[in-house]
């Protein structure tokens, strides 16, 4: 069993900050990426931000120089931290993480259960 567990979510007024964490538990070899997306009301889920376990990186274009996704492997642990938040932040934020539960298996995507994001004054 795999869980995936996000914080950090809130309420923030334009121009603000906000860190989000996420950490996988539970029975796992390997994690081999993992990644926020975001799911504003009415729209389709989209990336935000993805880091490889060899630290590759890519960015939404529309958070590039705001957002920076970074990961710390020793605690199977991902951030995101948002600054110059803007109202078309706001949506649910979901982690996910592309990973082996055991040796020889091929690795699957898990799934988070969300954090809210709002920006608004």
């Known amino acids: 069993q795999v869980q995936l567990v996000e914080s950090g979510g809130g309420l923030v007024q334009p121009g603000g900050s906000l860190r989000l964490s996420c950490t996988a538990s539970?029975?796992?070899?390997?994690?081999?990426?993992m990644g926020w997306y975001r799911q504003a009301p009415g729209k389709q889920r989209e990336l935000v931000a993805h880091?490889?376990?060899?630290?590759?990186?890519n960015y939404a274009d529309s958070v590039k120089g705001r957002f920076t996704i970074s990961r710390d492997n020793a605690k199977n642990t991902v951030y995101l931290q948002m600054t110059s938040l803007k109202p078309e932040d706001t949506a649910v934020y979901y982690c996910?993480?592309?990973?082996?539960?055991?040796?020889?298996?091929?690795?699957?995507?898990?799934w988070g259960q969300g954090t809210q994001v709002t920006v608004s004054s």
């Open positions: 996910s993480a592309d990973l082996q539960s055991h040796a020889g298996l091929i690795p699957e995507e898990y």
């Open positions: 880091i490889t376990s060899g630290g590759n990186i």
């Open positions: 539970g029975s796992i070899f390997n994690i081999y990426a």
